[in-house]
Nanobody, 115 residues
Framework: QVQLVESGGGLVQPGGSLRLSCAAS????????MNWYRQAPGKQRELVAT???????IYADSVKGRFTLSRDNAKNTMYLQMNSLKPEDTAVYYC?????????WGQGTQVTVSS
């Protein structure tokens, strides 16, 4: 059983920054691909960024150049640094991993970008 706990969301003005954290129960970050998803009101959940066990990162076009995904294996924690935030980044952000055929999700953290 894997538990994922997100934190770091909040209200920020356009152009501002936030850093989200995802704490995992157990040393899985260097073993499994980890993902950040987001879901805006009335929209489907979308993949924002992915980090592979070897550290390779992939970003959605909408966040490329603004968001940076990293991890600290010793702390079992993944981070999403979000800069130059836009109102369209407003969403609930979830961390996710898949172990074999089972998807694990955190409870989500709300990010609101508004003036």
């Amino acid at each position: 059983q894997v538990q994922l706990v997100e934190s770091g969301g909040g209200l920020v003005q356009p152009g501002g920054s936030l850093r989200l954290s995802c704490a995992a129960s157990g040393s899985i970050l260097s073993i499994y691909t980890m993902n950040w998803y987001r879901q805006a009101p009335g929209k489907q959940r979308e993949l924002v960024a992915t980090i592979a066990p070897d550290g390779t990162t992939i970003y959605a076009d909408s966040v490329k150049g603004r968001f940076t995904l990293s991890r600290d294996n010793a702390k079992n924690t993944m981070y999403l640094q979000m800069n130059s935030l836009k109102p369209e980044d407003t969403a609930v952000y979830y961390c996710n991993t898949r172990l074999v055929v089972t998807d694990y999700w955190g409870q989500g953290t709300q990010v609101t970008v508004s003036s």
